[in-house]
């Protein structure tokens, strides 16, 4: 029986090393070809025959095809940072008084989100775009910020943890003599803070990687966003071209997003963990 098992769990091993190693792959083959010379990978080696920082060097100091890679990441940060914020301060707020207090037409306001949460996005590019012109918004920081605030996804996971909470806990402040804002800020908040940093992770890399809308609304390469000046940088024809400072910049434009999951990666697991919600 005991052989059994460890035979289940070696092969269970084996079958997640493999899968990891078919995931990560693309992503090591782009980090080491970035060092490499450009002829080692026309000539499609399979390891480099020598390493060098140029690629680097050259993502980071100088412009390609008129896209410059730091001031793409600059605009990217700006957007997640801004996003971030703003859809905590929108959906908390909205998120709670869905689920905590009662109104009239409470639940129909919540359907009619649920609703914009089932549409694809490709569906209203076009409104949006009008909006943005009129409000002379096109190709600027705010036009690619505030269609994506709030975040729908944001007040329907929030709201979800907010009505676990007993209601025990709020009728107990009450009878302490906390008012609502006491209790929203004090006790509903910090025990919502697995949820809120869910969202938070959510929302950077879906600020980050947003690829659609920034092209649509952005039509200068001073005002690319990371995806963006990728695509551009990729989509050149010309014989000359030098992939591994392609392979450089998508990886200058990938390290921000592994180091944040590197980094938070306690707090996604604790997010998704059933564990995580009021018992």
Same mark, same amino acid.
């Given at each position: 029986?005991?052989?059994?098992?460890?035979?289940?769990?070696?092969?269970?091993?084996?079958?997640?090393?493999?899968?990891?190693?078919?995931?990560?792959?693309?992503?090591?083959?782009?980090?080491?070809?970035?060092?490499?010379p450009?002829?080692?990978?026309?000539?499609?080696e399979?390891?480099?025959?020598?390493?060098?920082?140029?690629?680097?060097?050259?993502?980071?100091?100088?412009?390609?095809?008129?896209?410059?890679?730091p001031?793409?990441?600059?605009?990217?940060?700006?957007? &997640?940072? /801004?996003?971030?914020?703003?859809?905590?301060?929108?959906? %908390?707020?909205? !998120? +709670?008084?869905?689920?905590? =207090? $009662?109104?009239?037409?409470?639940?129909?306001?919540?359907?009619?989100?649920?609703?914009?949460?089932?549409?694809?996005?490709?569906?209203?590019?076009?409104?949006?775009?009008?909006?943005?012109?009129?409000?002379?918004?096109?190709?600027?920081?705010?036009?690619?910020?505030?269609?994506?605030?709030?975040?729908?996804?944001?007040?329907?996971?929030?709201?979800?943890?907010?009505?676990?909470?007993?209601?025990?806990?709020?009728?107990?402040?009450?009878?302490?003599?906390?008012?609502?804002?006491?209790?929203?800020?004090?006790?509903?908040?910090?025990?919502?803070?697995?949820?809120?940093?869910?969202?938070?992770?959510?929302?950077?890399?879906?600020?980050?990687?947003?690829?659609?809308?920034?092209? &649509?609304? /952005?039509?200068t390469?001073?005002?690319?966003?990371?995806? %963006?000046?990728? !695509? +551009?940088?990729?989509?050149? =024809? $010309?014989?000359?071209?030098?992939?591994?400072?392609?392979?450089a910049?998508?990886?200058?434009?990938?390290?921000?997003?592994?180091?944040?999951?590197?980094?938070?990666?306690?707090?996604?697991?604790?997010?998704?963990s059933?564990?995580?919600?009021?018992?």
């Amino acid at each position: 029986m005991f052989k059994s098992l460890s035979g289940r769990r070696t092969l269970r091993y084996v079958v997640l090393i493999v899968l990891s190693l078919i995931w990560i792959s693309p992503l090591l083959a782009i980090f080491i070809f970035s060092f490499a010379p450009n002829q080692d990978i026309l000539r499609m080696e399979i390891f480099p025959t020598s390493f060098t920082l140029e690629h680097y060097n050259t993502v980071m100091t100088t412009t390609l095809r008129g896209v410059s890679i730091p001031t793409s990441l600059v605009n990217s940060t700006i957007i &997640v940072v /801004i996003q971030v914020l703003g859809v905590l301060i929108l959906d %908390i707020p909205a !998120a +709670y008084a869905l689920a905590r =207090t $009662n109104f009239f037409g409470r639940d129909i306001i919540f359907a009619l989100i649920l609703i914009t949460m089932m549409m694809p996005g490709h569906i209203i590019l076009m409104s949006l775009y009008e909006i943005m012109a009129n409000m002379s918004l096109v190709n600027t920081l705010p036009g690619i910020l505030l269609p994506g605030l709030p975040r729908v996804i944001g007040i329907f996971l929030l709201r979800q943890f907010f009505r676990e909470i007993p209601n025990e806990l709020e009728d107990a402040a009450r009878l302490d003599g906390a008012g609502d804002w006491q209790i929203f800020l004090r006790i509903m908040v910090p025990l919502a803070n697995p949820a809120i940093a869910t969202l938070t992770v959510i929302t950077v890399l879906y600020s980050w990687n947003n690829f659609l809308w920034p092209l &649509v609304i /952005i039509n200068t390469p001073e005002m690319m966003t990371a995806p %963006i000046a990728m !695509a +551009y940088l990729d989509s050149g =024809t $010309n014989a000359t071209q030098n992939y591994a400072d392609l392979l450089a910049a998508a990886f200058v434009t990938t390290l921000p997003v592994i180091v944040f999951f590197f980094a938070a990666q306690g707090r996604i697991i604790q997010g998704i963990s059933p564990s995580s919600g009021i018992k």
